[in-house]
Antibody, heavy 118, light 106 residues
Framework: QVQMVQSGAEVKRPGASVKVSCKTS????????INWVRQAPGQGLEWVGW????????GYTQKFQGRVTMTRDTSTTTAYMELASLTSDDTAIYYC???????????WGQGTMVTVSS | DVQVTQSPSSLSASVGDRVTITCRAS??????LNWYQQQPGKVPRLLIY???TLHSGVPSRFSGSGSGTEFTLTISVLQPEDFATYYC?????????FGQGTKVEI
């Protein structure tokens, strides 16, 4: 069974960083890019960026350039997204999602709620 | 960046209705357009990719069409479980962008 299981909810202070994990199973980890998408409360979906698990290459939406870092651990088939310099605008559910083909996301993690509050 | 605009933002419908949602791109994107469904409190679910290809396991009452700048998602016979928010996503250029969503309400 193909699964993506994310780490638990986080509460952070403004200016801090958060690192969210996405543990995958049930498929060949290097084969599919992993994307990160976020959703602020009551809002729509926003693409953060992507990671190629085979070679570690990444691509980030310009809005997050310089603040986001996506990495992976092939030994544990886990992807990570770290977001720095948090503000209240970063309060959102963060999802990892597998890119099935041409950026169509067929498998999603359950989401990780990140709350930024002083 | 390529922008995608959905219409309407929300609609009211009844079980059994035929529902059509439109997504317009700010420039031509060929057929690089996907559709997702998100039920309240749940994770988004891929319905259609490459404008018209039904994802595995998705009921055939869902269909997609279009190319270039105008695309549609059609639900032929609305079921109770179809009341949700629908998003289009363009993947022609980076960053890929989502539409603002269309909420289908009873």
């Amino acid at each position: 069974q193909v699964q993506m299981v994310q780490s638990g909810a986080e509460v952070k202070r403004p200016g801090a960083s958060v690192k969210v994990s996405c543990k995958t199973s049930g498929y060949n980890f290097p084969t599919y890019d992993i994307n990160w998408v976020r959703q602020a409360p009551g809002q729509g979906l926003e693409w953060v960026g992507w990671l190629n698990p085979r070679n570690g290459n990444t691509g980030y939406t310009q809005k997050f350039q310089g603040r986001v870092t996506m990495t992976r651990d092939t030994s544990t088939t886990t992807a990570y997204m770290e977001l720095a310099s948090l503000t209240s605008d970063d309060t959102a559910i963060y999802y990892c999602a597998r890119d099935a083909t041409d950026n169509a996301f067929d498998i999603w993690g359950q989401g990780t709620m990140v709350t930024v509050s002083s | 960046d390529v922008q995608v605009t959905q219409s309407p933002s929300s609609l009211s419908a009844s079980v059994g209705d035929r529902v059509t949602i439109t997504c317009r791109a700010s420039q031509t994107i060929s057929r690089y357009l996907n559709w997702y469904q998100q039920q309240p409190g749940k994770v988004p679910r891929l319905l259609i990719y490459a404008a018209s290809t039904l994802h595995s396991g998705v009921p055939s009452r869902f269909s997609g069409s279009g190319s270039g700048t105008e695309f549609t998602l059609t639900i032929s016979v609305l079921q109770p479980e179809d009341f949700a928010t629908y998003y289009c996503q363009q993947t022609y250029s980076s960053p890929g962008t989502f539409g603002q969503g269309t909420k289908v309400e009873i």
